[in-house]
């Protein structure tokens, strides 16, 4: 399985040979859908009214990780995505999800 994050671009993709290895390919972006992005996906998760990748990611894990809650490594990871993608919250697109998603 490949999971592709903030990107749905094949060409911007780190190892773009990995979409056609994976069996199964799932996206997740905040940005718009272009007229190039990643056709094979199974699960494509595109958001562009969220402020970030990372507020995407935390809104999935809400409903599918109460049984193994993130190490403190990982909600500062998901939490830098949010920084620096709303740089330090002064995007247009932040608002009431993204600081829940915070």
């Given at each position: ?59 999935i894990l ?41």
């Open positions: 399985m490949v999971i592709v994050v903030d990107t749905c671009v094949p060409s911007r993709v780190e190892a773009p040979a990995l979409l056609e290895i994976g069996s199964k390919v799932i996206v997740l972006d905040h940005h718009r859908r272009g007229a190039d992005f990643i056709k094979n996906a199974v699960v494509d998760h595109i958001d562009p009214a969220a402020s970030s990748t990372s507020e995407i990611v935390a809104e809400e409903f599918y990780n109460e049984q193994n809650p993130l190490s403190k490594e990982e909600i500062n990871l998901l939490l830098t995505g949010i920084v620096l993608d709303t740089n330090n919250y002064k995007s247009t697109r932040v608002g009431p999800r993204t600081f829940h998603a915070s």
